[in-house]
């Protein structure tokens, strides 16, 4: 199997029939992953967060109030003249909790796949494999630079 994944061109993960949640799941991760490459270019050690350009409207907009709500549940202020929503962590977690994850070949895919799709309903996160590693570096660098979880949660199976 480890070969057929590593030859692929590109592996689709199929996480089931989408759910009351599932397209805000895929939303927010696929949000969180472009806000984090269009403010990449500003994370130089000379550059701050203000560096980053403030959209005004459309998807670059809601992709930074995706971040801004990642960032307020765990308890990070941000300026805003905007209303920063609760950001949809159950929604998340239900995506995340679903019987594909609990299977061991899952890590296989992820580790030697070039490029991975993942695919609930009909909606694709393209760069799937990507969203989902932004999600959980977010994660810990907000838990390690604020120094606690979010309401206690914990998205390390087990913990």
Known sequence: MREIYERAAQVLIWLGPSDATSDIATYVLQAGYRFLLRAQPYTT???TWADVPQPKAGQEFDDQL???AFGKMF??????NVLIPEYPIKAVANLL???????CWCWQE????KK????CGEKILEDGDMCIHTFLQTWDSLEEELGRQPHGLD???GQ
Do not use: C, E, P, Q
């Open 155 to 157: 998205h390390r199976h």
């Open 66 to 68: 995706t971040a801004a």
């Open 97 to 103: 909790n679903r019987a594909y994850w609990g299977r």
């Open 45 to 47: 050690l000379d550059a």
């Open 110 to 113: 992820f580790t030697v796949a």
């Open 75 to 80: 308890g990070k202020v941000t300026k805003s």
């Open 116 to 119: 991975i799709a993942i695919v």
